[in-house]
């Protein structure tokens, strides 16, 4: 598996699936989530409400993902994952490694060859893109590693919004 880091613009990622970085109710927000929603049209709120009301009544577990149709954004598939909150006291990296092991599930049961995450939790939820790097860069690796030969992911891009964002990860990737 190919894994890089990228300065960009999540919404304009031409991957099978694009992570996002969501809240609970899967109903948008601000940040990742917020932008997503508002490139990807009134299908994503439309699919998420459909896993609302179907799969997930009470919102999307921290550490799990749910994926949905992707709207108008130039990806097949939006995967949902809520990463886990610092301020609320939400502080165990195995839930952060969750979200991105959960996410590469997904996308390889739906057969993406391409998924692009943000750095899930850096930001509002409070967590240091030093330790995010590090977290999403050693659970990609293991889920790499430990993935059936049938898995379908090919390749992995963290598409980051600062050179600063894109530093951390880089750091990551080489050590």
């Not at 959960?102 to 739906?110: E, N, Q």
């Amino acid at each position: 598996m190919r894994i890089t880091a990228v300065l960009g613009d999540l919404t304009t990622t031409g991957t099978d699936v694009v992570v996002n970085a969501a809240n609970p109710s899967l109903l948008g927000g601000g940040g990742v989530d917020g932008a997503l929603h508002a490139a990807a049209g009134p299908a994503l709120l439309a699919a998420c409400r459909q896993v609302r009301r179907t799969s997930w009544p009470d919102g999307l577990p921290v550490g799990e993902a749910v994926p949905t149709e992707a709207g108008d954004l130039p990806a097949r598939w939006v995967v949902h994952t809520v990463g886990p909150d610092r301020h609320a006291g939400q502080t165990d990296p195995e839930l952060l490694a969750s979200c991105f092991r959960r996410s590469l599930d997904v996308a390889a049961g739906l057969g993406a060859r391409s998924v692009a995450f943000p750095a899930v939790s850096a930001g509002v939820y409070g967590w240091a893109m030093r330790d995010v790097a590090g977290i999403a860069v050693a659970a990609v690796r293991a889920w790499a590693a430990s993935a059936p030969a049938a898995a379908t992911v090919e390749e992995v891009r963290f598409v980051l919004v600062s050179d600063a964002a894109l530093a951390e990860f880089e750091r990551a990737l080489a050590a």
